[in-house]
């Protein structure tokens, strides 16, 4: 069946950096796109951006450039979110999620915690 | 950028009531509208996409409708299950925003 399976938690320190795995099985992986979507605690869905799985191009929301980094490794049918210089605000769950619209599935998601 | 705006915030309903969630676009997008289900510690659930088309699976309880600006979620009778909280998200161009949420409650 389809699914996207993701890096477990993480527990960063402020200016860290985490990276987050997404790894695609039960689909040809380069036939969707791939998005991220952000959970922070007690707060709603926030569409982070997306990849071109055939380009590796990608696409940040307002708010998500800079020091967050979308990449992918076909050959594994893996993508990645990289979030540099982490901040406690970035406290969150990291979701992927296939689709070039509507988004299915979800991987399970990544809890992100940014703490001293 | 298209913001997306959710009505109500929250709401209580009886088991077996008819339950209504609308969300609204600032620009006309369209039928490029999908709708979430997410349960507290589970994945978000892809519900309806295309505006009305119910996703595989989804209980015939759920439908969608709405065209342009104006969209509603209606679940014709609300289970214990249903229990969550319920996004709209557009998608006819990025960034592809959510609404803020409606969290659905048993009265």
């Known amino acids: 069946q389809v699914q996207l399976v993701q890096t477990g938690s993480e527990l960063k320190k402020p200016g860290a950096s985490v990276k987050v795995s997404c790894k695609a099985s039960?689909?040809?992986?380069?036939?969707?796109?791939l998005n991220w979507v952000r959970q922070a605690p007690g707060q709603g869905l926030e569409w982070m951006g997306w990849?071109?799985?055939?380009?590796?191009?990608?696409t940040y929301a307002p708010g998500f450039t800079g020091r967050f980094v979308f990449s992918l490794d076909t050959s594994v049918s893996t993508a990645y979110l990289q979030i540099s210089s982490l901040k406690t605000e970035d406290t969150a769950v990291y979701y992927c999620?296939?689709?070039?619209?509507?988004?299915?599935?979800w991987g399970q998601g990544t809890l992100v915690t940014v703490s001293s | 950028d298209i913001q997306m705006t959710q009505s109500p915030s929250s709401l209580s309903a009886s088991v077996g009531d008819r339950v209504t969630i609308t969300c609204r676009a600032r620009?006309?997008?369209?039928?490029?509208l999908a709708w979430y289900q997410h349960k507290p510690g589970k994945v978000p659930k892809l519900l309806i996409y295309?505006?009305?088309t119910l996703q595989s699976g989804v209980p015939s309880r759920f439908s969608g409708s709405g065209s342009g600006t104006d969209f509603t979620l209606t679940i014709s009778s609300l289970q214990p299950e249903d229990v969550a909280t319920y996004y709209c998200?557009?998608?006819?161009?990025?960034?592809?925003?959510f609404g803020q949420g409606t969290k659905v409650e048993i009265k």
């Open positions: 999620a296939r689709g070039g619209g509507w988004l299915d599935p």
């Open positions: 039960g689909y040809t992986f380069t036939d969707y796109a």
């Open positions: 990849i071109n799985t055939n380009t590796g191009n990608p």
């Open positions: 620009q006309g997008i369209s039928n490029y």
């Open positions: 295309a505006a009305s």
């Open positions: 998200q557009k998608y006819n161009s990025a960034p592809w925003t």
